[in-house]
């Protein structure tokens, strides 16, 4: 069975996104059922849309920073109760039985994760999924997050992708007191990661090409912030880091940070650039210099980060939209035109397409 949904959709590459009526499953037994309050608009959602990845299978609704509230709970569910404040993430499902998935990383699941979008739906043969851009969103009760009480919902709702994605490998590479760290990009990624890295107690450098993020990168709690177009200032921070997250979505010189890189450093590439970075190997090699990939983080490791933030106070600085002002939104972000994360007030979504 299923019940008829609003969202808002991409019908092709090239089209702007507008409302769309589709159906999503009525609630199983171990389902929880989500009326969205909230949804982080992210630069993935950009290059779905328009298909930069070559992927996408179209309609496309995106979304999948989501904070709502409960409606309906399957019999089988017992971690949440209809009124509860929840939260979805970048997937909705996984195999659940490979070393990964056991391990609590399902989201390097070896038979592939189940993106919140454009993945063949599991429950609903035939039909892809639909993301946080629509009313309502039903979702595995082991694939649903709880929201700390004291954080806003709508400035916690891009947690579940920004907040994930830099937390994970802050942790996962063991970042702690005492360590230089340095974060490349002041955007909707490099926000989070200054915020986390200080909150962990590195020493934080921002690395931007941007003037104008100098005192901005200072307010979210960068220590020293540097123009990397500044070549003295750049050469002067040589074999000095521990580790590096590099946050940039863009083509740019990635061997500019491995340099800055002491013996046995750590580089973690989590912006995903739409064209490959091109790498000098022999600064990797002769200082011994680790250069590393990280996707968001698992179920357990999200809720970790979500009672962090809730434990300090940690949520992303926004700029909240309306429903019918995506198709700009999208333009602003690719000129770098926000500051850090739109989020879509999701009252404002048409009640019929």
């Known amino acids: ?61 995106p979304g999948h920073e989501i904070v709502g509230r409960v409606t309906e709970v399957g019999q089988n569910v017992t971690n949440f109760k209809v009124g509860d404040i929840a939260g979805v993430g970048c997937m909705v499902n996984s195999c659940r039985k490979c070393p990964s998935c056991l391990a609590g990383e399902e989201q390097y699941c070896e038979v592939g994760m189940t993106g919140t979008y454009n993945d063949p739906d599991k429950d609903m043969p035939g039909q892809r999924t639909y993301g946080g851009y629509s009313k309502f969103i039903v979702v595995d009760k082991s694939f649903v997050l709880n929201i ?11 947690l579940l992708c920004a907040g994930i994605t830099t937390y994970s490998p802050l942790r996962h590479w063991k970042v702690s007191k005492g360590q230089k760290v340095g974060i490349v990009g002041l955007g909707g990624l490099g926000h989070m990661a200054v915020k ?11 690395f931007t090409t941007s003037p104008s ?29 521990d580790f590096i997250l590099d946050a ?13 890189l002491r013996r046995d450093g750590t580089l973690v590439q989590v912006g995903a650039p739409d064209e490959p ?25 999200t809720q970790e980060m ?5 434990e300090h106070n940690i949520t992303a600085d926004i700029e909240m939209i309306r429903m019918d002002q995506i198709n700009d939104a999208y333009e602003k972000i690719l000129a770098s035109k926000v500051k850090y994360r739109f989020v879509i007030d999701m009252s404002t979504l048409p009640e019929n397409a």
């Open 248 to 260: 940039v979505a863009a083509p740019h010189d990635i061997n500019l940070y491995f340099n800055l």
């Open 1 to 61: 069975m299923a019940f008829a949904c609003t969202g808002y959709a991409a019908q092709s590459a090239t089209t702007p996104l507008a409302p769309l009526s589709f159906q999503r499953r009525e609630t199983g037994p171990d389902d929880v059922r989500i009326e969205i309050l909230f949804c982080g608009v992210c630069h993935s959602d950009i290059h779905t849309a328009r298909n930069e990845w070559r992927s996408s299978v179209y309609p496309v609704i």
């Open 148 to 158: 700390p009480k004291n954080l806003d919902l709508a400035a916690t709702a891009p």
């Open 277 to 301: 970075l091109s790498v000098e190997v022999f600064s990797l090699i002769f200082p011994r210099r680790n250069f590393a990939g990280s996707l968001i983080g698992g179920i357990a490791e």
């Open 306 to 310: 979500l009672n962090f933030c809730g």
């Open 213 to 241: 993020k100098v005192e901005d990168g200072k307010r979210l709690g960068a220590h020293h912030v540097v123009i990397s177009k500044d070549e003295q200032a750049m050469k002067a921070l040589g074999r000095s880091f």
């Open 196 to 206: 986390f890295a200080k909150a962990l107690g590195a020493d934080v450098t921002l």
